[in-house]
């Protein structure tokens, strides 16, 4: 028995490809999209082996001669399709399309199906795991954005859109409300489960956003004296400004011991009941006494099911709860039907999916078929030289040549010819694994393709930044559940969803320059995220910087103390008598600063910071 993973069969091939041919169970844990790739390829290739005739035939005309690149192709095509000799097994919770259609049987009805069931519905029914979705609520933020700027620029409709709610999002404000929201609930409603060791995920959009959510959580947690802490997990640096961060940076403040690879570990111990995390942690993490999840993040399909589904583990006497700010209900029931009680396709990919794009693709002219063949001769080679190297490049840089005059003529075509190339790689690689596809030239194409996508010009698109150009006018967090601290059931009790199949319909959509007025975009944006707002809901943060500002004893404060003093004195003596102020400008706003405790503590460290910063520049 061999346990391995499936990336490291293709380095394995030279080694074992001499192999007597033999019969081999594969056995694939968490089966997904690398599946049905070129890993997959070089698995078979590895396991099919040769018999030990055909081993000592081949050694005997070979012995000092190269195996020509065309019986090296036509060998690799046998490899790949003939594998009598190769049983797959693979498991999965959440398979994907071209999972069932690779390894399922085919049915009556023509489609495939997979060999055995055990539904998500029978494992909740027999206990095994949990019903996450027993306690969800979605939470609903409601905005509008200004435009600080008189003038009124052009810019591409759907990449602004994208930038503002990106600026929103990232907003000190936005943050702080939201930590606000899930740290109180966390404190006032789950930390007390499972006899005070219930611990809770908070997952975000970013690694930036990660980034502020650790800063935020740990500045909120000092403020209200919580006997907690917060880990964040993130890979790589994440730049902000001018400062950098990294995920052990940032945990060591709270963990002394913590290193790259200890952090479930270290978030086991009791004091630790917090862990943001930006990607990292959303599958394959196990701890059982996670019980609530924070979700800030817009989430799709399998994806949705493989996060909500840290929480799924059992426990004495454990209970879950989802409170979610970006996913709907039903984006939720609608990602989890597929997989609750048994999961459909609803077509198999044509297999000349392939044939078309082939002949699809010669009519850009990029390349000859006779490139491709001299290409794939020199590719399959066994030994080359240096010459016949600098010929393969000079192949490919023919096509790049030729696809850079058809970029200048007409950008929109040249896009599509790459998005077309790599569906082809794409479509290849798996219908080989399902269809005895043996044509030479589809095999010829498909490896002269990798390393032409490789060398052909990628496009830089500037971002957009138009954040001086916004401002936040109006703000408000709105809970969705029936009861603010068990939030709503939205279990399936049954579902069979069905996965929509890969089809070459969509294969080369590029998106149109589709430029606006910045106006007319915050317009649209606002419509969207402004619902439910009034004019006494407006933020006037600016006019009570300037209040303070103005007042010489609280600047000479903070001009002699510290900022900690600072905010006890403000809080105590200042804050109040200068919200009073202006009552009569929006009263409704005074009065909801006045009776709402998190409103009010966010203002007062906002205004202080201001001040503070102002009294000491």
């Keep these: ?35 049905s790739g070129e890993n997959m390829n070089a698995l078979k290739e ?45 498991f999965t919770a959440t398979p994907k399309n071209k999972t069932i259609q690779v390894f399922g049987r085919i049915g009556e009805d023509g489609l495939p199906h997979e060999f055995h069931l055990y539904s998500m519905k029978q494992a909740i029914e027999e206990g095994f795991i949990l019903d996450v979705l027993k306690n969800f609520m979605p939470v609903s933020v409601y905005y509008k954005v200004g435009k600080k700027i008189a003038y009124n620029p052009e810019f591409d409709k759907s990449e602004t859109k994208r930038a503002i709610n990106k600026f929103v999002s990232l907003k000190e404000h936005n943050i702080r409300q939201k930590v606000e929201t899930i740290v109180d609930d966390f404190v006032d409603n789950r930390a007390m489960w499972l006899d005070g060791r219930a611990k809770c995920m908070i997952v975000t959009a970013s690694r930036l956003h990660a980034v502020r959510y650790k800063l935020t959580i740990d500045q909120y947690i000092k403020e209200k004296g919580y006997n907690m802490k917060a880990l964040v997990a993130f890979s790589g640096t994440v730049k902000d400004g001018d400062d950098e961060y990294t995920e052990l940076d940032m945990n060591k403040d709270v963990a002394s011991d913590i ?62 709860f989802i409170l979610d700010f970006q996913n709907s209900v039903e984006d939720i029931q609608d990602a989890y039907k597929p997989y609750f009680e048994m999961t459909n396709i609803d077509k198999v990919t044509d297999p000349n999916v392939v044939n078309d794009l082939w002949y699809q693709l010669h009519e850009y002219g990029i390349y000859t078929d006779e490139e491709i063949n001299d290409f794939a001769v020199l590719f399959y080679k066994d030994k080359r030289t240096n010459a016949q190297d600098a010929k393969m490049n000079n192949l ?63 496009k830089h698109k500037e971002r957009i930044d138009i954040d001086d150009m916004l401002s936040i006018d109006y703000y408000k967090l709105k809970k969705l559940g029936e009861d603010n ?23 080369a959509r590029v998106n149109e320059v589709d430029e606006e007025c910045l106006e007319d975009i915050i317009k649209k944006v606002n419509d969207v995220f402004g619902v439910g707002l009034t004019e006494e809901d407006r933020i006037i943060i600016d006019q009570y910087e300037e209040i303070f500002k103005n007042d010489k004893s609280i600047m000479d404060i903070a001009k002699a103390n510290s900022y900690e003093d600072l905010v006890s004195t403000f809080a105590k003596s200042y804050f109040k008598r200068g919200i009073v102020k202006t009552k009569n400008r929006n009263d409704r706003l005074v009065k909801e600063i006045l009776t709402n405790s998190n409103l009010q503590n966010y203002m007062i460290h906002y205004l202080a910071e201001k001040i503070y910063a102002e009294a000491n520049h």
């Design 46 to 90: 590895n396991l099919s082996g040769k018999t030990l005739e055909e081993a000592k035939k081949i050694d005997e005309e070979n012995e000092n001669n190269e195996q020509s690149s065309l019986d090296k192709m036509n060998e690799i095509i046998e490899k790949r399709t003939n594998v009598g000799n190769i049983s797959f097994f693979a």
């Design 259 to 320: 290193n790259d690879s200890n952090l479930p570990t270290i978030f086991e111990k009791s004091d630790f009941r917090l862990l943001i995390v930006a990607e990292k942690y959303q599958t394959g993490f196990d701890q059982p006494k996670l019980c609530a999840m924070y979700v800030d993040k817009k989430l799709d399909g399998v994806k949705t099911v493989q996060t909500l589904s840290r929480l799924n583990r059992t426990y004495p006497n454990k209970q879950t």
């Design 396 to 458: 490919i840089d023919m096509a790049v040549e030729r696809y850079c005059y058809l970029e200048d003529e007409d950008e929109k075509r040249a896009d599509e010819f790459k998005k077309k190339c790599q569906k082809y790689i794409t479509f290849y690689n798996f219908l080989i694994q399902i269809y005895p596809i043996k044509n030479l030239n589809l095999l010829r194409l498909q490896v002269y393709l990798v390393v032409l996508l490789r060398k052909l010009p990628k």
């Design 1 to 35: 028995m061999i346990i391995t993973t499936i990336q490291k069969f293709q380095y394995a091939l030279s080694k074992i490809e001499q192999l007597e041919k033999r019969r081999y169970a594969v056995i694939i844990d968490e089966a997904h999209s690398s599946t």
């Design 485 to 507: 601290k068990k939030g709503n059931d939205i279990s399936l009790y049954k579902g069979e969803g069905e996965l929509v199949g890969i089809s070459e319909t969509a294969i």
